[in-house]
């Protein structure tokens, strides 16, 4: 349920080229996806990549890890050095020290990516609570990104978009808990304050839409639908280049329920974001 609501709202071998090699530690399995463990200022963050130039960092959702995002990397064209990471408190890596700001967080963002070998010039592709952080990671760090797709994000307005659609209890449950540090350490209304005021770089961006909300006791999922698409619109119209996908078959995890389709807009984005 945490999922839905926030997406309403949004064998041993060589480490990659662009990686420290003192820092990395990589796991190779069948599929080419490398294990991989960097170390950022004492911090130790796992990440899952694959071979090529780095071009596409993928960030995972509340509740997500790196590895929901295999299918996915095992899609991508094969010249798109890729790598999804578990944030702190996600997944293999280190949890976070507690109530941080957002800058503190972006900045530690920025040293994992640069660990991975990511400089500037990537696309950056994000789920659900991960596509309102990337959207502002986006407007802070304007010259890192080419490009951003964002898959189900959760939306700053979220709160008066879907609060018809669900039961009246657990959207209070749920709004006032975006008042408090969640697992990242930060407070999802401060980042809403912050999303309501950025202006995203002339970049390519997409938005990825999950059209199959289901109907739970008391949620209507068709005006839940109908929300999430409104909200992601407004993404899109704020974009310089921007482009909308309703990913048809999908519930909020398109990443998994339509891999495909997330990695043909990886591409399309990668490829608009070199000429």
Same mark, same amino acid.
């Given at each position: 349920?945490? !999922?839905?609501?926030? &997406?309403?709202?949004?064998?041993?071998? /060589?480490?990659? !080229?662009?990686?420290?090699?003192?820092?990395?530690?990589?796991?190779?399995?069948? @599929? &080419?996806?490398?294990?991989?463990?960097?170390?950022?200022?004492?911090?130790?963050?796992?990440?899952?990549?694959? #071979?090529?130039?780095?071009?596409?960092?993928?960030?995972?959702?509340?509740?997500?890890?790196? $590895?929901?995002?295999? /299918?996915?990397?095992?899609?991508?064209?094969?010249?798109?050095?890729?790598?999804?990471?578990?944030?702190?408190?996600?997944?293999?890596?280190?949890?976070?020290?507690?109530?941080?700001?957002?800058?503190?967080?972006? #900045?530690?963002? @920025?040293?994992?990516?640069?660990?991975?070998?990511?400089?500037?010039?990537?696309?950056?592709?994000?789920?659900?609570?991960?596509?309102?952080?990337?959207?502002?990671?986006?407007?802070?760090?304007?010259?890192?990104? !080419?490009?951003?797709?964002?898959?189900?994000?959760?939306?700053?307005?979220?709160?008066?978009?879907?609060?018809?659609?669900?039961?009246?209890?657990?959207?209070?449950?749920?709004?006032?808990? @975006?008042?408090?540090?969640?697992? #990242?350490?930060?407070?999802? *209304?401060?980042?809403?304050?912050?999303?309501?005021?950025?202006?995203?770089?002339?970049?390519?961006?997409?938005?990825?839409?999950?059209?199959?909300?289901? $109907?739970?006791?008391?949620?209507?999922?068709?005006?839940?639908?109908? &929300?999430?698409? *409104?909200?992601?619109?407004?993404?899109?119209?704020?974009?310089?280049?921007?482009?909308?996908?309703?990913? *048809?078959?999908?519930?909020?995890?398109?990443?998994?329920?339509?891999?495909?389709?997330?990695?043909?807009?990886?591409?399309?984005?990668?490829? !608009?974001?070199?000429?």
């Amino acid at each position: 349920m945490t !999922a839905l609501l926030v &997406a309403l709202l949004a064998t041993l071998g /060589p480490p990659p !080229a662009g990686v420290p090699a003192p820092a990395v530690r990589g796991i190779l399995d069948e @599929r &080419a996806i490398h294990e991989m463990y960097v170390d950022v200022g004492g911090l130790t963050i796992r990440a899952l990549c694959t #071979d090529g130039a780095r071009r596409v960092v993928l960030w995972h959702g509340e509740g997500g890890s790196a $590895d929901s995002w295999r /299918p996915v990397l095992e899609r991508l064209d094969g010249s798109i050095g890729a790598c999804a990471f578990d944030r702190r408190g996600a997944g293999r890596s280190e949890p976070p020290p507690g109530e941080r700001g957002w800058f503190e967080f972006v #900045d530690e963002l @920025r040293r994992i990516h640069l660990a991975l070998g990511f400089e500037h010039g990537y696309v950056l592709t994000a789920h659900s609570l991960g596509g309102l952080y990337a959207r502002v990671y986006a407007a802070d760090r304007r010259t890192d990104l !080419a490009g951003l797709v964002l898959i189900d994000p959760a939306h700053e307005d979220a709160p008066a978009l879907v609060r018809q659609g669900m039961p009246p209890r657990e959207w209070e449950r749920w709004n006032a808990a @975006r008042a408090l540090p969640n697992a #990242d350490g930060v407070v999802e *209304q401060v980042v809403a304050r912050r999303a309501r005021r950025a202006v995203l770089p002339e970049v390519p961006v997409t938005v990825v839409t999950a059209a199959l909300r289901r $109907d739970g006791e008391g949620w209507d999922a068709r005006f839940l639908n109908e &929300a999430a698409r *409104q909200g992601h619109v407004s993404i899109v119209r704020s974009a310089t280049f921007g482009r909308h996908v309703p990913a *048809q078959r999908s519930g909020h995890d398109v990443h998994l329920d339509e891999p495909g389709l997330v990695a043909d807009e990886i591409l399309r984005v990668v490829r !608009a974001s070199r000429r």
